[in-house]
């Protein structure tokens, strides 16, 4: 594993370069407005699309596919269709979804930190209210 480089033993030309592939590969895995909020939905149960589609306000059906989509292809979800009349089909983490935990904990942590630290007038915290709401 790489020694993770930190600001005071950073030289200039070191903090030019492009990012280690870990955090380039990672970022293109979970970029994407709506991917943090579809995996968050999804630690919480096994989701139909409607489901996550009521849980995540804003995201339009199209990119809601886009995204489970993009999600399924790297291993982190799974689509199971159930043979079923209507059809019914249920999102799910994998194995490899389920080992983002300790991230997306970190993240709601950090955002919990932050929020607190934050002005009552933050959009974010405004959202996050009316999120919790909705829970």
């Known amino acids: ?8 033993d950073c030289s200039h030309v070191e903090c030019l370069r492009e990012p280690p592939p870990e955090i380039a590969a990672t970022l293109a895995v979970l970029d994407g407005k709506w991917k943090m ?5 999804l630690f919480r149960r096994t989701c139909r699309f409607n489901e996550m589609r009521r849980a995540i306000p804003g995201v339009s059906q199209h990119m809601l596919t886009v995204q489970l989509r993009e999600l399924e292809s790297e291993g982190i979800i799974s689509r199971t269709v159930f ?5 019914r089909v249920e999102y799910a983490l994998t194995e490899h979804g389920r ?3 300790h991230v997306m904990r970190a ?6 930190t932050h929020l607190a630290r ?10 996050a209210v009316q999120a919790e709401n909705r829970i």
Do not use: C, F, N, R
Request: glycine fraction near 6%; proline fraction near 14%; aromatic fraction near 8%.
């Open 1 to 8: 594993m790489e020694k993770m480089t930190t600001q005071a």
């Open 37 to 41: 909020l579809i995996l968050w939905q």
């Open 83 to 87: 043979p079923e009349v209507p059809p």
């Open 118 to 127: 934050a002005p009552l007038s933050h959009p974010a915290k405004a959202d």
């Open 107 to 112: 993240l709601y942590e950090w955002g919990e």
């Open 99 to 101: 080992s983002l935990g």
